[in-house]
């Protein structure tokens, strides 16, 4: 049956959209937020992929559907590899040399032309995975995956801290979070603090140095980093921030009542900071009648909940401290992370790359994405 090789064409198109060269081509014509939202939907069809096939023999909606998947899996196929061959053409054409990379990023031929043409393509084909999402969500096909298959991971972040990555530009905004959540020592209430901006900025960066600051280390008794990304439920995320908690596997009960008791029994009146990596979700009710009852009861005098997300909405929903804006590097900053990672120490001082390279980092806004 035709329909058989849709699994592993969906999980192909997938793994090329996370591939090295893409995501250098799409960064560099500003689609890489588009890119990255095409993955994801990708990761979530393949999870529900796992057990329809079987059902499309006898469920005329299924075949239709997974006909329409197949053709727009395979345009966003074609699309990634325009993306791909572009990044082995520029490649081809400037070589080895660090000039001449540095200016292939103002090269001639048509970058402009290729952005504006590879943004429709990509969007269009974005927008025809999204509706066909959709489908499958209203009409229940997610009811015939197997409820004991994991779900593909999504993003995952950590607290640790690279000692040999160098931070640039954010000082003064490490400092200021970090006052800010020591100031917070004599409130009774869980405070949530929103760090919010566009993606790259380097807000989970900025997070980890505050997670790791020694100040912080000493002032909280219980400090717990949970990755949130799109699934923002309720169970699931307790049930994380018990393990964290205790250091111990979880099986979590059925019903939220007694989860709400453990949650009560493994914190206790311990302050703690809690951090919310890559939260997504802009429906209030969640947080306002599920999550923030039970994580907001919790806890010792001084306790705070630090949310990262790229939505402004998302921080206004949750926040009960004034959300922090990341503002893009400044220009300085932006040349010494770019010269960091383009160029040697030496090659710095020639005139004439230093001059194409400031241009390229003013071109930037301050958003790099390296």
């Not at 200021?176 to 100031?183: A, E, M, N, R, S």
């Not at 009774?188 to 566009?198: A, C, D, E, S």
Request: charged content about 25%; some cysteine.
């Amino acid at each position: 049956m035709a329909e058989s090789l849709l699994l592993p064409l969906v999980r192909g198109v997938a793994g090329e959209a996370i591939g090295t060269l893409v995501q250098t081509v799409t960064r560099m014509c500003g689609l890489d937020d588009d890119r990255e939202t095409l993955e994801r939907h990708l990761l979530a069809i393949e999870c529900k992929l796992v057990n329809v096939e079987e059902r499309s023999q006898t469920n005329g909606y299924i075949k239709s559907w997974m006909v329409k998947l197949k053709a727009a899996a395979y345009k966003a196929d074609d699309v990634l590899d325009d993306f791909e061959y572009e990044g082995l053409r520029r490649k081809a054409q400037i070589g080895e040399s660090t000039s001449r990379k540095v200016l292939g990023y103002i090269t001639l031929h048509s970058p402009l032309l290729f952005r504006f043409a590879m943004s429709r393509k990509l969007k269009g084909v974005l927008n025809k995975i999204k509706e066909l999402v959709v489908e499958m969500n209203t009409f229940g096909l997610e009811n015939s995956v197997n409820q004991q298959e994991p779900l593909h991971p999504w993003r995952q972040t950590h607290s640790k801290l690279d000692e040999s990555a160098e931070m640039f530009g954010r000082d003064a905004d490490k400092e200021g979070i970090v006052k800010l959540l020591l100031d917070q020592q004599d409130q009774r209430k869980v405070q949530v603090l929103p760090i919010f901006g566009m993606g790259g900025l380097g807000k989970t960066a900025l997070v980890k140095m505050v997670y790791n600051d020694q100040g912080v280390q000493q002032h909280f008794q219980l400090k717990m980093w949970h990755c949130v990304s799109e699934n923002f439920d309720v169970i699931a995320i307790v049930k994380s921030i018990i393990e964290l908690a205790t250091n111990e596997r979880y099986n979590p009960p059925d019903s939220i009542e007694l989860l709400q008791k453990k949650l009560d029994e493994v914190i206790g009146r311990k302050r703690f900071f809690l951090v919310l990596d890559d939260v997504w979700n802009e429906e209030k009710t969640i947080w306002e009648d599920n999550l923030k009852p039970l994580l907001c009861s919790i806890g010792g005098i001084g306790s705070v909940i630090v949310v990262t997300c790229r939505s402004e909405q998302v921080a206004t929903i949750m926040c009960t401290i004034q959300p922090l804006k990341l503002a893009c590097l400044r220009e300085e900053d932006s040349w010494e992370l770019f010269s960091k990672k383009a160029f040697s120490s030496d090659i710095v001082e020639q005139a004439e790359l230093a001059t194409v390279g400031r241009r390229i980092v003013n071109k930037c806004g301050g958003l790099l994405l390296l």
